[in-house]
T-cell receptor, first 113, second 111 residues
Framework: GAVVSQHPSRVICKSGTSVKIECRSL??????MFWYRQFPKKSLMLMAT?????????EQGVEKDKFLINHASLTLSTLTVTSAHPEDSSFYIC?????????FGSGTRLTVV | EDQVTQSPEALRLQEGESSSLNCSYT??????LFWYRQDPGKGPEFLFT???AGEEKEKERLKATLTKKESFLHITAPKPEDSATYLC????????????FGTGTRLKVLA
């Protein structure tokens, strides 16, 4: 139980375009989801907390206009990287809070060329 | 400032050579400490949750323990398939619940 599905697993996009990453809770309702970014051989850095039906809470230093988060339903949160640049290339991971703790998606490798 | 530090950064073990990974923390309002395993290109996979000092959890070759300042992940007689990055995270209450990850320990078990 408590599975989070994240798509796509890999995406390559051109600089200046936007990319949407989806995070779905498959067998539970997630009122709160989290988005992380991970650099090679580094730990997960929390970008924002996504609450269903309300605005996301962004961590200090994270541009909310660049990383748009939408949590329109209890099972879906999306992260849109707008006007992507090569420095946005990274591994993005979502997580959801359920009754037993936290569960993570399998991650999305974004490469901006 | 809340901080979570893991050591060593990387560890190479021979198959069967037991060892321990450390996660030390300096946080206020600790609500729980979590251990995860992460394989390359994958999201973290939950292993254990510890809530109070003295608590221990076991799963196959892994055993997690918790004190007031740190947690240990003991690996007994590891196998090559135990090779992964092990992450610890603490949940703190700071206005809202927050999750702070350590930097991880990259474990390589050689056959």
């Amino acid at each position: 139980g408590a599975v989070v599905s994240q798509h796509p697993s890999r995406v390559i996009c051109k600089s200046g375009t936007s990319v949407k990453i989806e995070c779905r809770s498959l067998d539970f309702q997630a009122t709160t989801m989290f988005w992380y970014r991970q650099f090679p051989k580094k730990s997960l850095m929390l970008m924002a907390t996504s609450n269903e039906g309300s605005k996301a809470t962004y961590e200090q230093g994270v541009e909310k206009d660049k990383f748009l988060i939408n949590h329109a339903s209890l099972t879906l949160s999306t992260l849109t990287v707008t006007s992507a640049h090569p420095e946005d290339s990274s591994f993005y991971i979502c997580s959801a809070l359920f009754s037993g703790g936290y569960t993570f998606g399998s991650g999305t490798r974004l490469t901006v060329v | 400032e809340d901080q979570v530090t893991q050591s060593p950064e990387a560890l190479r073990l021979q198959e069967g050579e037991s060892s321990s990974l450390n996660c030390s923390y300096t946080v206020s309002g600790l609500r729980g400490l979590f251990w995860y395993r992460q394989d390359p290109g994958k999201g973290p996979e939950f292993l254990f949750t510890l809530y109070s000092a003295g608590e221990e959890k076991e799963k196959e070759r892994l055993k997690a323990t918790l004190t007031k300042k740190e947690s240990f992940l003991h690996i007994t007689a590891p196998k090559p398939e135990d090779s992964a990055t092990y992450l610890c995270a603490v949940q703190v209450m700071s206005g809202t619940y927050k999750y702070i990850f350590g930097t991880g320990t990259r474990l390589k078990v050689l056959a």
